[in-house]
């Protein structure tokens, strides 16, 4: 698993560094619309019954405000409409950052 060694924000984007020269940009709506949060995936019970994920997927004009690391594994961004549940783990990050 690689780490994050440095996160920018670069004008509408974040820029992410890794740990093995890696680096990866995301435009803030994309970070949005990819959030792992059960909000915006859904998740499901042990029945197998779906519950949520089946909002809107274009977030025009969300902008990053912040971010944390949590623990040694996932970054929590902080977006401008409030949402902030999504933990990204590091691989999770990293494939998205492969993803055109």
């Given at each position: 698993?690689?780490?994050?060694?440095?996160?920018?924000?670069i004008?509408?984007?974040?820029?992410?560094?890794?740990?093995?020269?890696?680096?990866?940009?995301?435009?803030?709506?994309?970070?949005?619309?990819?959030?792992?949060?059960?909000?915006?995936?859904?998740?499901?019970?042990?029945?197998?019954?779906?519950?949520g994920?089946?909002?809107?997927?274009?977030?025009?004009?969300?902008?990053?405000?912040?971010?944390?690391?949590?623990?040694?594994y996932a970054?929590?961004?902080?977006?401008?409409?409030?949402?902030?549940?999504?933990?990204?783990?590091?691989?999770?990050?990293?494939?998205l950052?492969?993803?055109?």
């Amino acid at each position: 698993m690689h780490a994050p060694v440095n996160i920018q924000l670069i004008g509408a984007e974040v820029a992410v560094a890794w740990d093995d020269g890696v680096e990866s940009f995301f435009t803030f709506e994309k970070l949005r619309a990819a959030s792992p949060s059960a909000e915006t995936q859904g998740e499901r019970d042990i029945l197998g019954n779906q519950y949520g994920g089946g909002g809107t997927r274009k977030f025009p004009g969300v902008q990053v405000l912040g971010w944390a690391q949590i623990g040694n594994y996932a970054i929590r961004f902080d977006f401008s409409d409030g949402h902030r549940t999504g933990l990204y783990s590091y691989d999770y990050l990293r494939k998205l950052g492969e993803q055109p």
